[in-house]
């Protein structure tokens, strides 16, 4: 063995350690029957499923970039349950090694580095969001990549990492609209340095109109598309925004993403890192861009979405994740001046140890909390398996009769099918069960024979008056109920 080899051997298992315990930490959440937060991950699904059949449009609610990945990847596998969060594993244990390599440049430390990984496996943003099929962690992977080369260029003025910048970023707008944000932000912070470095004028104006073009194409383009959509110079804001509720004032505040920024940090003891930040501000190059980053893109955020009403309709949290994970080396680098002092005063020692041990329970109590209740329940991708062998592969068999207290949640049944086709989500004469009691009658059962349906599901909080013998009941789980159509 080398004695470069032995002397790194330590940080060699400490990498196997945190790769171990990142794929631990995401096994044991899907082993706990953790598949959703909401019905959009179905949502997404459906997307996904709708692209990989060539049936699937670019332009939604929703920006491309997860329904395209996972439409492919569902060419390799097939499967609406596990191929979409095998994707998302793949790119969260991405962003634990870019989250390293991050802490690495900005304090070339690589005990500090080591941390921020160990911490990141067990944060609220990295450990949820890489188990569901969901946007946010392919957009936190593409920022803070972006962000991380644009720290590599800063450095050694290297071209190449400069165009890695602006790829990451060109990839990142097509993730979700904060991205936005950072792509406009970096894009000055890389404008500023180029002007500051006397360069020509002309010449600087060469070299960033080609990287304004590369991150602008895919915003502008989708504007366009969605002013073609909506008909209207502003509808663009409405159509982006018309998902969202307005609250009320004291709501608003409450839920805007400083305060979750506040909230989320404050809970797991991460806001630690605000005292290393503010200490190493004036004396790091490297850290004044990251936190100008940082906290400018939350300011822009806060604000924006006040004024518009951009306020999400659950899990607000969710929101403010891309800058709770940003602050986390900062937190690492805390840790770090305990244990280095330590050495010379054994009180630090202790400092440490508590400290340590506090943020670890600070974070897995915190994750435990989000991560109690699963929106998709393991009942329900039963009742998907056995409702897929009932249809016998026949198209649109199945009526779904959608709960109108919980729109969304019959995409849950559509995904856990595995054949989103073989259900009929409406009639004429039913789109939303809306009371506890629905009566069949003959123009409902009429409509539903004409449509070749065999089967339907009811909600379970839903009674079925059936007076003249039409359905047969089959199967219960706890949220909904499966009815056989009765031949005449």
Not at 67 to 78: D, E, Q
Request: a positive charge; glycine letters at 4%; proline letters at 3%.
């Amino acid at each position: 063995m080398s004695p470069n080899i032995k002397r790194n051997l330590p940080y060699y298992f400490a990498v196997t350690a945190i790769i171990v315990l990142y794929f631990t930490v995401e096994i044991n959440l899907l082993n706990r029957g953790f598949y959703a937060l909401s019905a959009d991950e179905s949502g997404h699904t459906i997307e996904a499923y709708n692209w990989y059949k060539g049936d699937g449009q670019i332009f939604s609610i929703w920006l491309p970039f997860h329904k395209i990945v996972n439409g492919a990847a569902l060419n390799f596998y097939f499967d609406l349950i596990i191929t979409p969060r095998l994707v998302s594993l793949l790119f969260g244990f991405f962003t634990v090694i870019v989250m390293i390599l991050i802490a690495y440049q900005l304090f070339d430390n690589l005990i500090i580095a080591l941390l921020t990984g160990f911490l990141s496996t067990i944060f609220l943003p990295i450990a949820v969001f890489s188990v569901l099929p969901l946007i946010e962690i392919f957009y936190f992977f593409f920022v803070v990549a972006a962000i991380f080369f644009l720290l590599l260029w800063s450095k050694s003025k290297k071209a190449s990492y400069l165009w890695l910048t602006a790829s990451c970023l060109a990839i990142a707008t097509t993730t979700r609209y904060e991205a936005w944000i950072f792509t406009f932000v970096v894009f000055l912070v890389i404008a500023y340095k180029i002007f500051k470095d006397q360069y020509e004028f002309s010449k600087s104006i060469i070299l960033l109109l080609p990287i304004f073009v590369i991150i602008s194409i895919f915003p502008i383009s989708w504007v366009i598309l969605s002013l073609g959509a909506n008909k209207g110079s502003q509808d663009f804001i409405s159509a982006v925004t018309a998902r969202y509720n307005e609250g009320r004032l004291i709501a608003e505040i409450k839920n805007n993403v400083v305060s979750q920024f506040i909230e989320i940090n404050l809970s797991s003891l991460n806001i630690i890192g605000i005292a290393s930040l503010l200490y190493l501000f004036k004396h790091n190059e490297s850290i004044k861009k990251f936190s100008g980053i940082l906290f400018s893109t939350l300011l822009i955020f806060s604000l924006s979405s006040f004024f518009i009403k951009a306020m999400p309709t659950h899990n607000y949290w969710r929101i403010g994740m891309i800058w709770c994970l940003m602050l986390l080396p900062f937190t690492a680098h805390l840790l770090f001046y305990f244990l280095e002092n330590a050495k010379s005063n054994v009180l630090y020692k202790y400092v440490f140890a508590v400290f340590f041990f506090v943020i670890i329970y600070s974070f897995t109590s915190q994750l435990n909390k989000y991560t109690q209740t699963s929106y998709l329940t393991v009942s329900e991708i039963s009742l998907g398996n056995y409702l897929n062998k009932l249809s016998n592969n026949k198209d649109a068999c199945i009526l779904i009769m959608k709960d109108g207290s919980d729109k969304w949640r019959y995409a849950n049944i559509l995904v856990a099918s595995q054949n989103p086709e073989i259900f009929l989500d409406k009639l004429r004469s039913l789109e939303y069960v809306n009371t506890d009691t629905v009566y069949l009658t003959g123009q409902l059962v009429e409509e539903i024979k004409q449509n070749n349906l065999s089967y339907f599901l009811s909600p379970v909080r839903t009674t079925l008056i059936d007076t003249a013998n039409r359905i047969t009941k089959l199967k219960s789980c706890e949220n909904w109920n499966v009815f056989k159509i009765n031949p005449k």
